[in-house]
């Protein structure tokens, strides 16, 4: 019974379009296609053919996909969203963002941001020491900034000195009072001037997972009060110069428009009336928080957001615009820091499902045999209880499968005969959801057989190394099959990871317009690989994982579009993922050692004569071999 199934239905299921932004769409083979480069729509890469290349590279899964041209598109986008919005509304100060590098600080992505950013001197931001290390060293550009963020000791602040000694615009943005003090000290010490920020604790109230960013019990930022003792501190160190500029950040993955607008017009207002104290502010810095539509429903949910680029970047453009002009203040230049915005699309985990785990899929013989326990005949009538009520049969299926258990439990039932009721049991709840229609559908116990039912996919991956946030705060990604998406998928699944951890799932989907439990997706066949993507984690996902397990980083392909190479891309580099050896490495283990340690027993065993020596040196060897290998599974399929 195949229906009717085409790639609009997939794309109506899997919503590919609505969180794709322009990148991600379903290709008319049914595969997923990349479109990565917003100047260039019409050229797309297969990600079959990227699976194919990866192959013949011999690369394993799980492995991230990184996608520089997107990387490059984002940066572009916005700051020329911001160059026209300016432009259009004659508004007299100039865009300079920053990218946080919290979000994604591996070297390779940051080198893209710069260098797609070059011409419109598009800084850095650092939240910590050694983020303020690697912006020192990669952030050249004279014009541009570099905006520091986060907790200060001394060493921070003497190396943002040391910026000013070599000719860089960076800001320190001040978080709290007692940073100020060792700034203007440390200022005079080394008889140069910072640039100095002052970061408000907005009033204004984010929405969402992150709205303790902002408000009086926020952790960073400086009251009203304290930001006035600030200004006459500097004055009374004659510093007041110093101060250039005015920050805010009020959450990420903002989700509703309304709390932008509000944030701006108090940040710009708080700005106005700062400027007509003599205070000589020259940016105003309005944070991050431009949020990602995750689950492609363009609302206020956490995973969503209810606006688009360019109604962000006017709302941020025309509110400054107009309280400045009421309040007769000349236009600030406007600082962003968008991260997550930057980096989200542009990675994805691909990976393999390697088995499938299901309670009703284990083929046992149940056939009558002469004394059976009456239970087992009991449940075994239920097959054909086509014309008994669904509910009823239910009951009754589960009632038998307890008395079941007592009995097995009182060593009344045989093991063989509990093997029986149990594959019964499973083939009648099967079978009573397929025949469930819209009214016995409303049935609470009824409905819920979905779920039931529903198969796991055990994914080659960990999602506390790959998709941290969708298990810490319950973030949801795009998870959709690559290919085979012109075939209609039949078996609802729920995607669970490798790791010994029952926590290792993932217990959201987008299906159509809502969320669900579990997604249709394809039945596996056999000897045949089924490739699926996680998507959007190129922003925090890609660099918070951790070592649950000992999976470790994963093996990296970056990719670049090229019109003339075949399929439109190539493959620029591969960094290997972590072996076996340098996650225990980092555990403080010694695998020489080890090796040494396993070498001894089979020695010892070659001497016992147990084992020839020859195969006790292929055994070495095989460890040897392992501990150079992957950590994740090797893929036993075509
Ligand atoms: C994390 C952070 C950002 C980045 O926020 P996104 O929501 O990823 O754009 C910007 N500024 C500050 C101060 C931050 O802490």
Redesign the pocket.
């Known amino acids: 019974m195949t229906q009717q199934w085409n790639i609009e239905d997939a794309e109506a299921l899997y919503g590919v379009k609505r969180w794709g932004a322009g990148y991600f769409s379903i290709g008319e083979h049914g595969n997923i296609q990349i479109s990565p480069n917003h100047r260039k729509p019409d050229v797309y890469i297969d990600m079959n053919e990227v699976l194919a290349e990866m192959k013949a590279e011999g690369i394993e899964f799980p492995a991230v996909i990184r996608f520089h041209d997107i990387l490059r598109s984002q940066v572009e986008i916005i700051n020329e969203t911001f160059r026209d919005t300016i432009t259009t509304a004659n508004y007299n100060g100039k865009y300079v963002g920053v990218y946080?590098i919290?979000?994604n600080q591996m070297r390779e992505v940051v080198e893209e941001i710069l260098d797609a950013g070059e011409a419109y001197n598009y800084g850095l931001?650092a939240?910590s020491k050694p983020e303020l290390m690697a912006v020192l060293a990669y952030n050249e550009n004279p014009e541009a900034l570099t905006i520091l963020?986060?907790y200060k000791d001394e060493d921070y602040l003497t190396l943002a000195l040391l910026g000013r000694h070599i000719g860089r615009n960076m800001i320190v943005v001040v978080e709290k009072f007692s940073e100020l003090e060792m700034l203007v000290r440390l200022s005079k010490k080394y008889k140069i001037d910072p640039m100095i920020g002052l970061?408000s604790k907005m009033m204004v109230r984010s929405t969402g997972k992150?709205s303790s960013?902002s408000g009086d019990r926020a952790k960073?930022g400086l009251s009203i009060a304290e930001i006035v003792n600030a200004m006459e501190y500097l004055k009374s160190h004659d510093m007041l110069h110093c101060a250039k500029l005015l920050?805010f950040?009020i959450?990420?993955?903002?989700s509703d428009i309304r709390k932008v607008k509000e944030a701006v017009t108090e940040g710009a207002r708080l700005y106005a009336k700062l400027v007509q104290m003599g205070v000589p502010l020259e940016y105003l810095d309005i944070?991050?928080?431009?949020?990602i539509d995750y689950d492609g429903s363009s609302t206020t949910t956490d995973s969503s957001r209810n606006y688009s680029t360019e109604e962000y970047v006017a709302d941020i453009v025309y509110g400054v615009k107009q309280i400045c002009d009421l309040e007769d203040v000349k236009h600030p230049n406007i600082v962003s820091?968008?991260?997550?915005?930057?980096t989200a699309h542009h990675s994805l985990v691909v990976t393999n499902v390697v088995g499938e785990v299901n309670p009703g899929a284990t083929e046992f013989d149940f056939s009558a045999e002469e004394g059976e326990h009456v239970l087992v005949s009991n449940m075994r009538e239920l097959v054909n209880g086509h014309d008994i009520h669904p509910q009823e049969r239910y009951n009754d299926a589960a009632a038998y499968k307890q008395s079941a258990y007592e009995a097995f439990k009182l060593g009344i039932l045989s093991i063989r005969e509990m093997a029986k009721i149990d594959t019964i049991y499973w083939r009648v709840l099967t079978d009573i959801h397929h025949g469930l229609d819209s009214e016995t559908r409303q049935i609470q116990e009824l409905e819920e057989l979905e779920d039931t039912l529903a198969s796991q996919y055990l994914a080659n991956m960990s999602i506390f190394q790959s998709a941290a946030d969708t298990w810490a705060i319950g973030q949801l990604l795009p998870i959709v099959p690559l290919t085979r998406l012109h075939e209609k998928p039949e078996v609802r699944i729920s995607i669970a990871d490798i790791t010994c951890d029952s926590d290792g799932k993932i217990g959201k989907y987008i299906e159509g317009n809502s969320i669900s439990d579990n997604i249709p997706m394809h039945r596996l066949r056999k000897g045949e690989s089924y490739p699926i993507g996680m998507f959007l984690t190129g922003?925090?996902q890609d660099v918070m994982g951790d070592m649950h397990n000992l999976f470790g980083r994963l093996t990296e392909v970056h990719i670049f579009s090229h019109d003339d190479e075949p399929g439109a891309f190539y493959i620029e580099e591969i960094v290997p993922g972590h072996s076996a050896e340098k996650v225990l490495e980092t555990m403080q283990y010694n695998t020489d050692y080890m090796a040494k340690m396993v070498k001894k027993s089979i020695d010892k065993q070659i001497r016992k004569g147990a084992l020839a020596p020859r195969e006790g040196v292929r055994w070495s060897d095989f460890y040897e071999s392992c501990l150079a290998g992957t950590t994740y599974l090797r893929d036993e399929r075509k």
Do not use: C, D, M, T
């Not at 959450?251 to 903002?254: K, N, P, R």
């Not at 944070?287 to 949020?291: A, D, F, N, P, Q």
């Not at 820091?337 to 930057?342: H, M, P, V």
């Open positions: 946080p919290k979000v931001e939240g963020n986060g970061r992150w960013s960073f920050h950040h959450g990420s993955q903002i944070g991050g928080g431009l949020g820091e968008s991260g997550r915005a930057i922003a925090y």
